[in-house]
T-cell receptor, first 111, second 116 residues
Framework: DAKTTQPPSMDCAEGRAANLPCNHS???????VYWYRQIHSQGPQYIIH???NNETNEMASLIITEDRKSSTLILPHATLRDTAVYYC????????????FGQGTTLQVKP | GAVVSQHPSWVICKSGTSVKIECRSL??????MFWYRQFPKQSLMLMAT?????????EQGVEKDKFLINHASLTLSTLTVTSAHPEDSSFYIC????????????FGDGTRLSIL
């Protein structure tokens, strides 16, 4: 599976949009981009995933560049409860399905 | 949404004890379940993949005789840490997948294991 690169930490003001970048320059054609987040002392929570089109759900939007080498997770109106470690993971559709976690981005939402 | 329940959420036991952790998918059938371990201030590390009715596949460096995994039904997988020692103290997390290749995995809330 392709490796991802994320900034180790980011800050965001409460109520503003949080834009979390992820680089996956070695992604291959059948690999999806998944985003999870982990709030302290809890299991990871699924946020969103996509292949090549932009995706939106009740939690977030996922913007994938046309060349698919990077993506951005957007939390449109961050709240203090969005403070967490956010993981961007690339996974192929034909493998065993395992997710390999990197170090993620620690997002601190500040009042 | 898909719910994965993990039990117990927290356990403290003496060195040498064996500890069993359960992972249940409550509202879907999980053909595959995964077990992770997470040490403080570190990311999740995949330990093993288990498929219902077959032997688990362990990641490199994970002792299969130390960490026994059973996936006897489509809704239950168990991880048994045998003869646990203080260095096995960690946060153990399971996840479950329905088997449709691009569908997301859903995670339990983890089990914090402390070995005295």
């Amino acid at each position: 599976d392709a490796k991802t690169t994320q900034p180790p930490s980011m800050d965001c003001a409460e109520g503003r949009a949080a834009n979390l970048p992820c680089n996956h320059s070695t992604i291959s054609g059948n690999e999806y981009v998944y985003w999870y987040r982990q709030i302290h002392s809890q299991g990871p929570q699924y946020i969103i995933h996509g292949l090549k089109n932009n995706e939106t759900n009740e939690m977030a939007s996922l913007i994938i560049t046309e060349d698919r080498k990077s993506s951005t997770l957007i939390l449109p109106h961050a709240t203090l409860r969005d403070t967490a470690v956010y993981y961007c993971i690339v996974r192929g559709s034909g493998n065993t399905g395992k997710l390999i976690f990197g170090q993620g981005t620690t997002l601190q939402v500040k009042p | 949404g898909a719910v994965v329940s993990q039990h117990p959420s927290w356990v403290i036991c003496k060195s040498g004890t064996s500890v069993k952790i359960e992972c249940r998918s409550l509202d879907f059938q999980a053909t595959t379940m995964f077990w992770y371990r997470q040490f403080p201030k570190q990311s999740l590390m995949l330990m093993a993949t288990s498929n219902e009715g077959s032997k688990a596949t362990y990641e490199q460096g994970v002792e299969k005789d130390k960490f026994l995994i059973n996936h006897a039904s489509l809704t239950l997988s168990t991880l048994t840490v045998t003869s646990a020692h203080p260095e096995d103290s960690s946060f153990y997390i399971c996840s479950a997948a329905q088997g449709v290749s691009n569908q997301p995995q859903h995670f339990g809330d983890g089990t914090r294991l402390s070995i005295l």
